[in-house]
């Protein structure tokens, strides 16, 4: 085979010689910031030599910045980026994520001031309107206390912070509001609602100021297999009035009823005309006298009258839950027993 040499020569000056070919940027559309900073590279995907290059500040934790096609052709010829506008609207917005610096720590970090400078110790307090600044993910707050001052005639106070964490410049803070002496009390860790039946995680204990924490239980034993009654928002306190026993006996149910005397134990079967939990007073009817007595409940679907204890009514025997009623000739009832 014979080669043709000027051939040859053509091919191998056009692999040599000519020049490779710039990738072609484009603009980025949304971009997440993990530092402080924005680099060329935040703009431009394949932005080239320059692609490190530091353009400004990024913007504070939970804050955005939106570059403009504009801006865009700018910054592309000033860092030799491989791109330039189409007529299209191009723009890349910037964001930094960030959470919400938890209010409890700014409170406890002023607290503490106002304990230091002479006012009360573990003060309750509350920073109306304020709005607290964002962090990024995941960091650790870091606040200090610059200056307080509080005044023990009306519990106002004012103070200066500055608070940060690794990831964000530090800010400024000027603060007031009001510093109350407080009692630790059982809240709410999370809203509760009518009928929840309270455990351990949806308990934890608060300093509140005393003007809010009348009747707050201070022990989660006392709480802890309640049934909600009425509502408790999250943080509030949790009262003996916000809760009631477990219902154990339903209204229109019958109930084993006891009366216990000297020397023998009075047992019948009654109808519940309440609904009730353990240590409730509830009405029961007994069909077989028509009397309605008052009792204890003592358990699931059991309750106690006390010796010596007068039938508050005798009702008809054509009452809702009557000896000649459907409902109890139905489920029948059960005759009083005698044991010695």
């Not at 309270?198 to 009747?215: K, M, S």
Request: glycine content about 10%; overall charge negative.
């Amino acid at each position: 085979m014979r080669w043709n040499f000027p051939f040859l020569v053509f091919c191998a000056y056009n692999m040599v010689q000519q020049p490779a070919v710039a990738e072609q940027a484009a603009p980025n559309t949304l971009v997440t910031l993990t530092g402080t900073v924005i680099r060329v590279s935040d703009l431009f995907s394949n932005a080239g030599p320059e692609a490190n290059q530091v353009l400004g500040a990024a913007p504070a934790p939970g804050g955005r910045i939106v570059v403009a096609s504009g801006q865009l052709a700018a910054i592309a010829a000033a860092y030799e980026v491989p791109w330039q506008p189409d007529g299209s609207d191009a723009e890349v917005v910037l964001a930094s994520p960030g959470t919400t610096m938890p209010v409890s720590q700014i409170s406890a970090a002023i607290a503490d001031a106002i304990a230091a400078s002479g006012g009360p110790v573990n003060a309750a307090v509350t920073l109306p309107d304020f709005t607290p600044p964002m962090i990024p993910p995941g960091a650790t707050p870091n606040i200090a206390v610059t200056r307080v001052s509080f005044d023990p005639a009306s519990n106002n106070f004012s103070a200066s912070l500055v608070v940060g964490a690794a990831g964000m410049a530090p800010q400024n803070l000027d603060l007031t509001g009001l510093a109350l002496p407080s009692v630790q009390a059982l809240v709410a860790s999370h809203d509760l609602a009518p009928g929840e039946v309270l455990t351990a995680a949806d308990l934890t204990f608060a300093r509140l100021p005393q003007n809010q924490a009348g009747g707050a239980l201070r022990s989660a034993d006392a709480a802890i297999g309640m049934t909600v009654n009425s509502g408790v928002q999250a943080g509030g306190a949790v009262t003996s009035g916000n809760l009631s026993a477990p219902i154990v006996v339903h209204k229109g149910a019958f109930v084993v009823l006891n009366l216990s005397a000297p020397g023998m134990v009075l047992t019948a079967q009654g109808i519940a005309l309440q609904d009730g939990g353990v240590g409730s007073l509830v009405s029961v009817l007994n069909p077989a006298s028509h009397a309605v007595v008052q009792a204890v409940v003592t358990g699931p679907g059991n309750a106690s009258i006390a010796p010596g204890s007068t039938p508050l009514s005798t009702p008809q025997n054509t009452g809702e839950y009557g000896s000649n009623s459907s409902y109890v000739q139905a489920h029948g009832g059960a005759p009083m027993l005698v044991q010695p």
